[in-house]
């Protein structure tokens, strides 16, 4: 384009008309080569439903939430959200792969009480007794316990009574039927439990209104979590409560994160077993799940693998151990280990580059083993601007990161931006996520529309949809699409089948997922089509 | 750089450090041929210090602002920000030219308040009685009454009076004694007027915090704040009270932007008087100024001249009115009008390609007229991706724009960038006002580093101080370099140089103010190692 202004209008608008074609030319879709009449048709339909509804739902009056808009912060606007038209469409869209989710944080935290409070071996204790005072601080701490450990529970004292003694284990039943009619009683219990494993919207926009804050939050939840978890009859149920309600929410394959830090999980009558069992579970789970669809002739699901996971304050003698291990359970279970990822907070944690030598060594030890085993790993979860995190996107990338989890910062980095694409490295994005834990105050200033305008591949993430309450992948797809006016359904469905692509799947087994996609995809559009043009008629 | 992952860790950190040096590579900081060892020595003295006082005055406990930190809200932080050495450090940086900042918007609104006592004209009404229920929500209005209209002072009732009649006028030294004592009487009425030409942290922090609720407070802070302005014997001093207190904060040229949308301003006596006046005036009392610093033996004063705008809410008809007066003033004062830009809120107001045909016209008038007058325009002042306030920068970019106001979305656009480094375009950024006007929540989300970082040119601006309490230019340049590590004393120095460079002023009047800048550069480098090195000595 020269750099002449245009003498007449004509001459003008042709001459925009070039230029924005060329500022968005590197976007995935806008390099579609040709779009099938019902994408064309059900991209202007949503395009219209999103327009409509910008204008009434979101400009409604809502006593409790004083400045509603699309894309605003999710823990306030999410009661909106659900009864949008265009969430409600986009609960159907089909969503390919989850690429980044911590296993721990997955299962709906009411399901997870459930799931605990069927089985006696769990207790809970605090570290005081719990008042008015310190409903809202002072956290949960559950165990299990082995049979022969089980106290009497006969005259036990519960947690709200003034006499309970700090730290004494009461069986989670009694302590629920016994927590205070002043605190709510019974559901009280629940409403107490219930806090510590999310994050509430007056902490995220109130008292823990900045990253480090919220981290120091977000970090109690699995601590709260991790033993009900990692206790092994509730395991069970909570990977297939993870896997089962993806695949409700259109998701057909995941990738999670596992942590494999906690070095055993207690079997059902109160033994620690090694956290191999964690996989061979894992694997047991998933195959059953399959079976049952396939007895009832449903399709839609590809399968599950494991991402290895570590946190990022272990030191190297350490992270050799864990490399160690990783590579035994890939020789064991090579269908389900997919990669490897250190975890936590990058800000306060160590640096990759402190494991440098270490992780170099891990592609020896791997050729050594016989196995693969690529890094996928965190960087640029950050705020920083040339920090320690903010650099761990430079050693992330030079160690062959199959993808980078979050990137967030990744769109300061001309250079890098340029490798992504080079080396066709995919970003999982957690909208939702990067929102609540502070790094943009909304959606509409994510740095994900620089991602798509510079054509690097997105594959949206929940990252812990337990904690946040985005459920699924529907309320990420949402937030995304509505916080841009150039993001549309094209958009979206590139994003999913990216998600696909660019997971540890073989070539093969992409190929099926993405042939199925594309089937669920052009289905979608039907849907869309019908229902949207439905709802246009009734708001005209 | 090749993509083989390096097998020992020295063959690592060489390819790391290459990397790291390509991804900077574009940054006007690191394109610097050579640093002069009082440069090295100076960066390395700030970054001391900004490291020392973000661990100590940032994170120290302050009762009234919950979560400090560097970079943080500016209307919660600035009370410590004066605190910190870095602010008192940067006050005496050579800050090169203000480029962007709205002439209404740059004066202290107790200087404005002061101003305004003095003159008998000046009266003031509201309609309705204020009380402590509408105190914070009921506006001030004033008006320069000519002599033969002023009324009868005696019997006026004061506007916290109860019988107090909606709209009346009353004197306003009169309706400042009048202020009921409850309301906390004179001062309570100063704390009124000021609150009305201000933003408070709770409208923008709080009951406004978006970009849509917010910017229409900040427009009543010019309604309320026009008549005072635009009153001739206030306006002389308002002019020369900007410029002087401008040098004072080392800013050595200025460019503002006036809104010729008043077609008049009101004489001494009350009458109105064309606006060419405002032009008189503002070139006598530069003229003025200059006498004065040459008297008194000072240098570091350039000058000043006009950026000629009118508001994106007339019609293209109007518009072609106030081209032909930015001609005429052009013919009659050409050293004094630099360029012509439309102003006003983006997001709600009409885009640039609505005024195209007429916009195009311009060169084509200009050359009849035998003059020169760059549009400078404001573009992408928006969250927005793909909206018309966002599109704006493809239209200001078409029709030649020398730089762009705000431009804050333009990191979305790829193609765009890459055009403003090749035809040498300039991005006036105002840091402060795009988080006051809720564009980015604290600095840290701010883009700026993407800019910098892809090697942009940019000039740091106020926008408008007297609102937002960023007088001069040391409140952005010191938020800037709180909230990145990689940006330093350096990169300040290119900013500041680069506004001389990017500014209007002739080939030869460039030269002096870069060699004027060099020379106060210089001096400045000394101060930051002696002062520095001071404290550092103290706070080991």
Not at 331 to 351: N, Q, W, Y
Request: proline share 5%.
């Amino acid at each position: 384009m020269s750099g002449s202004i245009p003498q007449d209008l004509a001459q003008y608008n042709l001459k925009r008309d070039e230029l924005i074609r060329a500022d968005r030319a590197s976007r995935l879709d806008h390099l579609r080569a040709s779009l099938l009449p019902a994408e064309q048709e059900a991209d202007q339909v949503i395009r219209r439903i999103r327009a409509i509804e910008a204008n009434s739902i979101w400009t409604a009056d809502y006593p409790s939430i004083p400045h509603p808009f699309p894309g605003m912060e999710f823990l306030t606007g999410r009661t909106i959200i659900v009864q949008t038209k265009l969430f409600n469409i986009l609960s159907k869209l089909p969503k390919g792969a989850l690429l980044h989710a911590h296993l721990d944080g997955t299962v709906n935290v009411s399901v997870l009480l459930e799931l605990a409070l069927k089985h006696s071996a769990i207790h809970v204790c605090a570290t005081e007794p719990i008042s008015d005072k310190n409903f809202t601080s002072a956290l949960p701490q559950f165990k299990a316990f082995a049979a022969s450990e089980l106290s009497d529970v006969g005259n036990v004292v519960g947690l709200t009574d003034a006499t309970y003694r700090p730290s004494s284990w009461i069986p989670i039943q009694r302590a629920r039927e016994l927590f205070h009619a002043d605190l709510g009683g019974p559901e009280g219990f629940d409403r107490w439990v219930t806090r510590s494993l999310t994050i509430d919207p007056s902490e995220a926009y109130g008292t823990h209104n900045t990253s480090t804050k919220i981290w120091s939050k977000f970090q109690t939840t699995f601590m709260v979590a991790s033993p009900l978890v990692r206790y092994e009859p509730i395991l069970i149920e909570y990977i297939r409560q993870f896997i089962v309600s993806s695949i409700e929410d259109g998701i057909s394959y995941v990738e999670p994160r596992v942590n494999f830090m906690y070095k055993s999980i207690i079997s059902a009558d109160g033994q620690e077993i090694p956290h191999r069992q964690l996989v061979v579970i894992f694997d047991r789970v998933v195959r059953e799940i399959k079976e049952e669809l396939k007895r009832d002739g449903k399709e839609g699901f590809i399968g599950a693998r494991i991402i290895y996971t570590t946190v990022r304050f272990c030191d190297n003698e350490e992270l050799e151990w864990y490399l160690q291990d990783c590579i035994a359970l890939k020789k064991e279970f090579p269908h389900l280990i997919a990669g490897f990822d250190l975890v936590g907070h990058e800000d306060v944690l160590k640096p990759l580059i402190y494991y440098a030598e270490t992780l170099l060594r891990f592609k020896q030890m791997q050729k050594e083993a016989g196995v693969e085993i690529p890094f996928i790993f965190h960087a640029g979860e950050t705020l920083g601007d040339g920090t320690m995190a903010d650099t761990n996107l430079y050693d992330a990338i030079l160690m062959g990161t199959k993808r980078i989890g979050h990137g967030f910062s990744l769109v300061k980095h001309p250079k890098l931006l340029e490798i992504c694409k080079e080396r066709d490295i995919a970003v999982e994005v957690c909208p939702i996520s990067n929102e609540i834990l502070r790094l943009t105050s909304s959606m509409s200033t994510h740095p994900l529309p620089i991602l798509l305008n510079n054509g690097i591949h997105v594959a949206l993430c929940s990252d812990d949809p337990s904690v946040f309450g985005n459920m699924g992948l529907t309320f990420d797809y949402f937030q995304v699409l509505a916080a841009s006016e150039l993001t549309g359904l094209i958009q979206l469905g590139e994003m999913a089948k990216d998600s696909i692509k660019y997971s540890t799947l073989d070539a093969k087994e992409k190929q099926e997922a993405l042939v199925l996609w594309q089937k669920q995809w052009e289905t979608f559009l039907e849907y869309v089509i019908s229902t949207g043009n439905e709802y246009l008629a009734s708001h005209n």
